[in-house]
């Protein structure tokens, strides 16, 4: 199996540019989840969905971010307009068994690196 | 949502010793603990977890722990190895803790 696969690995962009981070979870992986890390922060649960609809977006920073899942086999992430503050590593995780309390391992990707300026 | 806490932030221990790190939750209905080791430039990946049903659980040099009246739950690691430096998390369901950097020295 591939595992999650996660798109670019790193990104170098300049304050007010949009970004967009994309994520293919794991064939018949039910749930997706999206994680931001930071040394200050640690790893912050941004959103998940469960059958590709958000349940809880309740950690998304504000109305510059948002996601979606148009299908079961791919997520975006994306930050309109970035700021330097939204430098962080993203990672998308997948899993089976979800709902509102998800019972199952999390796979995570590599992760997106970002970097604003 | 769910608030884990984790202690401690940072650990040292010298190869052979043990290591345990402890964490805390807050929601009384969670009943899934997993255990994520982060190596530098990859994502966490799971070393065990722990259901809500069972109070300990152990595979070869790593046990956990969970007591649910208290609802704290604890990893205990083995005759650490440097190669066990990492840095741990632990989750409650997909909420987790803020990590413990743990350094083996050989």
């Known amino acids: ?117 | 949502g769910e608030n884990v806490e984790q202690h401690p932030s940072t650990l040292s221990v010298q190869e052979g010793d043990s290591a345990v790190i402890k964490c805390t939750y807050s929601d009384s209905a969670s009943n899934y603990f997993p255990w994520y080791k982060q190596e530098l430039g990859k994502g966490p990946q799971l070393i065990i977890d722990i259901r809500s049903n069972v109070g300990e659980k152990k595979d070869q040099r790593i046990a956990v722990t969970l007591n649910k009246t208290a609802k704290h739950f604890s990893l205990h690691i083995t005759e650490t190895q440097p190669e066990d430096s990492a840095v741990y998390f632990c989750a409650a369901s997909f909420y987790f803790g803020s990590g413990t950097k743990l350094n083996v020295k050989p």
Request: proline share 6%.
């Open chain 1, 1 to 117: 199996d591939a595992g999650v696969i996660q798109s670019p690995r790193h990104e170098v962009t300049e304050m007010g540019q949009e970004v967009t981070l994309r994520c293919k979870p794991i064939s018949g992986h039910n749930s997706l989840f999206w994680y931001r890390q930071t040394m200050m922060r640690g790893l912050e649960l941004l959103i998940y969905f469960n059958n590709n609809v958000p349940i809880d977006d309740s950690g998304m920073p504000e109305d510059r971010f948002s996601a979606k899942m148009p299908n079961a086999s791919f997520s975006t992430l994306k930050i309109q307009p970035s700021e330097p503050r939204d430098s962080a590593v993203y990672f998308c995780a997948s899993s089976q068994g979800g709902g509102a309390r998800g019972t199952g391992e999390l796979f995570f990707g590599e992760g997106s690196r970002l970097t604003v300026l």
